[in-house]
């Protein structure tokens, strides 16, 4: 009998790193292999058709997508392969939101309200009270966009644009808003009017210094439907300074008004 000589090439050690991961989007997983050479790392299994991502004994990927990867490391000739390195990785996109864009008329002022993180950065700080606010007060003199930068509770950035179109005059209906009433069932003052709004299609929402939604409406008329210093569930809300954000043909208009007692 022919004796035929047989080669036994030793597998390659399985790489080592981070095996449970979050990231953000465009992050990067950093791990090593102890094997000599110039081992070939791939995220597939081996073919000649493919080529690796990384050579040498160290090597880093970036993960788009959540789920579960296999990374395997083969030695230089290609013939033998690791033991696949499994990393479980949680891809954060943060998620920024700053709102649907907004049409105003001259002279007023808006709230925008941004959500989807912890931190908010509006760019640039042009006519805002505040530009690392969630809800700054724009008074813009001219029509802006915005660029929000949001970082999310595992400190991913995101982000998104926001509009706010200046009107003219002569698109703009003349609302003219008290802003201060007192209910209290006197017969003087007792409801919140607002001047030019009767026989309009508009919209009416009464928010809180938080921000937080208090009272809404549809079709305020001064007459049979207005707000009376109510909640929508019909309690009394406390003598305070409250935003207004009244819609009529898709302009905003916005303020304070405040509430006596």
């Known amino acids: 009998t022919l004796g035929i000589p047989i080669t036994v090439l030793a597998a390659s050690p399985p790489p080592t790193g981070t095996s449970n991961y979050t990231s953000c989007s465009f992050d990067t997983v ?9 081992p070939a790392w791939y995220d597939q299994p081996y073919s000649t058709s493919i080529t690796p991502f990384a050579n040498g004994t160290n090597a880093q990927y970036q993960f788009f997508n959540s789920g579960t990867h296999l990374i395997y490391v083969y030695n230089e000739s290609g013939t033998c ?32 309200n941004a959500t989807g993180g912890s931190s908010y950065l509006w760019m640039p700080s042009t006519f805002l009270s505040d530009d690392k606010s969630s809800n700054p007060t724009c008074t813009p003199d001219s029509s802006i966009s915005y660029l929000l930068k949001v970082i999310s509770q595992s400190a991913c950035p995101g982000y998104d644009t926001l509009k706010v179109t200046v009107l003219n005059s002569n698109d703009c209906i003349d609302v003219k808003p008290v802003n201060a009433f007192s209910p209290n069932n006197d017969g003087v003052n007792d409801y919140w009017f607002i001047g030019g709004i009767e026989n309009s ?3 009416v929402s009464i928010f809180n210094r938080w921000g937080g939604l208090v009272w809404n409406t549809k079709n305020y008329d001064n007459s049979s439907n207005t707000f009376v210093g109510k909640d929508s569930n019909g309690e009394l809300l406390t003598a305070n300074t409250y935003f207004y954000l009244i819609s009529i043909n898709n302009i905003k208009y916005t303020g304070w008004i405040e509430i006596v007692r």
């Open 201 to 203: 299609e508009n919209e």
């Open 30 to 38: 950093f791990m090593n292999v102890a094997l000599g050479g110039t």
């Open 81 to 112: 392969r690791s033991l696949p390195f499994i990393i479980t990785v949680t891809v954060d996109e943060g998620t920024a939101d700053a709102g649907p864009d907004i049409e105003i008329c001259s002279g007023n002022s808006t709230l925008l």
